[in-house]
């Protein structure tokens, strides 16, 4: 059973192998959303099964949401050595000083476990053993005994690294071993695992487990799940970025903008019970979204509360770079206290949905006149 690169890095993160912040995404507007969320420049990388993703152009880097949605669209359209990308996994980009190799596999010859390590990371190891077969570390370990940490420390001595890292590579060494035992694996491997200003990171991930051991092994299964995201974001052809707290009400919204002569440029659900952090977080996205010129929120609040929202708001509009005009329809649960909230902050709002929309439609016309 071959994992995905985020299923084998949540792994070896629960075992205590340290790796980047990332989410996986199943469409550029995930991809994009991700990424705003992350606010900061990110990696978009292909998820397939086989090597060479790299070389076939299945890795790219985006230095903003919009960017991250480009690229997203077009791996999501390629094949990587006949294999269909249907899903990414959008992570933030390392600020890499030193990369290394590391792998554990079956040494078929011997019948024994065989570490291979390297202080060249992000190559094809097979190349290096023909070109600079010196530089590449083999050490067999006796199934029989048990692997210790000085063990560990004594290959990251031999790859040459600085005396500083040999007890962290060292440590990284023991742990990519564990793995391999715990899960009956016939590869765990990192390349490249990179020295970066937050220590040693797992930038890439391989897990390859033995078929017939996955009776022993239920719980993998959770590895291959991802985090579900807060709201549904599809992004639309306008300019007046629309969002609602419920699909049937964000449809409404995007329906009044366009009888009153708008172009929605995005339907946004944060669904019911959203948090002011999720209001942040939908607001953020659409306003680094560059095509919205307006954005117009629509809540009618049952469980979502309307003094959450204004939080939410004020704590958007406070961080962003990007000043857009707002308009707001806030009306039910806590309504007074949201409405109080906004007016404290000098920020106007409506209470009728059709007022709303139209107001927003009339700021657009006013921008492009």
């Not at 985020?6 to 995404?25: D, Q, R, Y």
């Not at 005994?145 to 063990?151: G, K």
């Not at 420390?153 to 790859?159: D, P, T």
Request: aromatic residues 6%; hydrophobic residues 45%; glycine residues 8%.
């Amino acid at each position: 059973m071959k994992f995905f690169e985020h299923s084998a890095k949540k792994l070896f993160k629960k075992n205590g192998i340290n790796i980047l912040e990332g989410h996986v995404a199943y469409s550029p507007e995930e991809a994009m959303e991700i990424a705003s969320e992350m606010n900061a420049s990110v990696a978009v990388k292909s998820q397939v099964l086989i090597g060479g993703r790299g070389k076939a152009g299945g890795i790219k880097f985006a230095d903003s949401p919009g960017e991250a949605f480009e690229i997203a669209e077009n791996l999501l359209n390629m094949e990587i050595k006949g294999e269909k990308v249907k899903h990414l996994l959008i992570e933030e980009k390392a600020n890499i000083k030193e990369e290394f190799f590391l792998s554990v596999s079956i040494d078929r010859n011997s019948k024994q476990p065989i570490i291979i390590a390297s202080l060249e990371g992000g190559v094809e190891i097979e190349q290096l053993a023909i070109d600079d077969p010196d530089k590449i570390i083999k050490y067999h370990v006796d199934p029989l005994e048990e692997f210790l940490p000085y063990e560990a420390r004594e290959i990251a001595r031999k790859m040459g690294v600085g005396s500083e890292l040999i007890s962290p590579v060292g440590g990284i060494i023991w742990k990519l071993f564990n793995v391999f035992k715990k899960y009956d694996a016939q590869i765990a491997e990192i390349n490249p695992l990179v020295l970066t200003d937050d220590g040693l990171i797992a930038a890439d991930a391989k897990l390859e487990v033995e078929n017939d051991s996955l009776f022993r092994h239920k719980d993998l299964a959770e590895a291959n799940s991802f985090k579900p995201k807060e709201f549904a974001f599809v992004k639309l052809e306008g300019d007046i970025a629309v969002i609602g707290n419920g699909a049937g009400l964000t449809l409404t919204g995007m329906d009044m903008i366009k009888l009153n002569g708008g172009k929605p440029a995005t339907f946004l659900d944060i669904g019911g019970g959203a948090s002011e952090n999720t209001i942040k977080k939908a607001l953020n996205l659409v306003l680094s979204y560059s095509p919205v010129k307006v954005v117009f929120l629509n809540v009618l609040g049952g469980i979502t509360r309307a003094d959450d929202v204004a939080k939410g708001v004020i704590s958007a509009l406070g961080s962003s770079r990007r000043k857009i005009n707002i308009v707001i329809r806030l009306t039910g649960t806590n309504e007074e206290e949201g409405q109080r909230i906004l007016e404290k902050a000098g920020i106007p709002f409506e209470i009728s949905m059709e007022k709303a929309a139209k107001k927003a439609v009339a700021i657009r016309n006013s921008l492009v006149e």
